[in-house]
C-alpha cells in the first residue's frame, strides 16, 4: 500500500528517479527540437529571413540566426545540461514567437507544438537541468 501511496500522492522531488526523469525531458526535448526544427534552418536561408522580416522584425536576419541557433545550439545544450537556463530562456521566447506571432491565425493544433516546447522550456528555467547534467558537473568542481 505504501508504494501506491507514494506513487500517486506523494512527490518524487528528493528521489534519484525525479532526476533521471528529468534527464529523459532534456534528452527528448532538447535532442527534437535541435534535430527536428534547429538543424534545417541553419545556415539560415533568404526564405527564412523574409519570413522573419514579414514578421515585423528589424534586423531580420540577427533575429532568424538567433530562433535557428535558439533551436539549434540551444536544444543541444538543453539535452547536455549546459548552460540549461540560459538556453531555456532563449527557446521559450522563440517558441512563444512562432506559436503566437508566426503562427497567430492558425488554429491551435499548429500552435501547440510551439507552446509545448515552451512550457518544457519555462519548466527547465525554474527546475534547472538536475543532478545528471553538465551543470550540475560543472557547479560541483567549481565548489
Do not use: C
Not at 66 to 87: C, D, K, N, Q, Y
Not at 89 to 101: Q, S
Not at 126 to 133: D, E, Q, R
Amino acid at each position: 500500500m505504501n508504494r501506491i501511496k507514494q506513487f500517486f500522492f506523494s512527490t518524487l522531488e528528493d528521489r534519484p528517479i525525479a532526476d533521471f526523469g528529468l534527464l529523459i525531458l532534456r534528452l527528448g526535448a532538447g535532442l527534437s527540437m535541435a534535430f527536428g526544427h534547429g538543424l534545417g534552418k541553419v545556415p539560415v536561408s533568404e526564405g527564412f529571413i523574409g519570413g522573419v522580416e514579414k514578421m515585423g522584425f528589424v534586423m531580420p536576419a540577427f533575429f532568424a540566426w538567433a530562433a535557428a541557433l535558439s533551436e539549434f545550439v540551444g536544444g543541444i545544450f538543453i539535452a547536455l545540461g549546459f548552460a540549461t537556463r540560459p538556453s531555456a530562456v532563449f527557446l521559450t521566447i522563440t517558441m512563444l514567437v512562432a506559436a503566437f506571432i508566426r503562427h497567430a491565425e492558425d488554429p491551435f493544433g499548429r500552435k501547440e507544438k510551439a507552446i509545448l516546447f515552451a512550457l518544457i522550456a519555462i519548466y527547465l528555467i525554474f527546475k534547472g537541468a538536475g543532478k545528471y547534467s553538465l551543470d550540475e558537473l560543472i557547479y560541483n568542481r567549481m565548489m
